[in-house]
């Protein structure tokens, strides 16, 4: 599984840690870790201290590769921020599409109303028209 992690070199020399802050959901969907998670790494003992990196990681929590995050990150930039997609415009627009849902909502429960008071009538003019049948052959 994919994550984004720093990595942290300790003072006295030792093996290379990777502080995970996110891992990949889906394609496009990344979750952010809460809590800190830090795993050793020697694959890392060739990045600088603190940088960020991608990295793959096997079920137990084992380095199956390791590439500098330099180039994604500045693609996620040039990807949605330089297009004007950022926090506030998400939350915006998630806001009109409640505000959307909201709308259809009403009117759907509308129609429901309208469709309860036609079947009414429609069993109202029903009766009348079989009274109105039964008056006839009295007559």
Request: glycine share 4%; net charge negative; with cysteine.
């Amino acid at each position: 599984m994919l994550h984004l992690a720093q990595v942290q070199k300790q003072e006295h020399p030792g093996e290379p840690q990777l502080r995970l802050l996110a891992r990949q959901d889906f394609e496009t969907a990344w979750v952010v870790i809460a809590e800190t998670r830090v795993i050793p790494s020697p694959e890392a003992g060739a990045c600088n201290d603190g940088a960020l990196v991608l990295v793959d990681l096997s079920p137990t929590q084992q380095v199956l590769s390791i590439q500098d995050a330099t180039k994604w990150v500045v693609g996620l930039v040039s990807d949605y921020l330089t297009s004007g997609i950022t926090p506030a415009f998400l939350a915006e627009e998630k806001e009109r599409i409640e505000q959307g849902l909201q709308s259809v909502t009403l009117e759907k429960q509308e129609l429901a109303r309208k469709t309860l008071e036609l079947e009414a009538r429609r069993e109202e003019i029903q009766r009348l028209l079989e009274q109105r049948d039964k008056d006839d052959k009295e007559k």
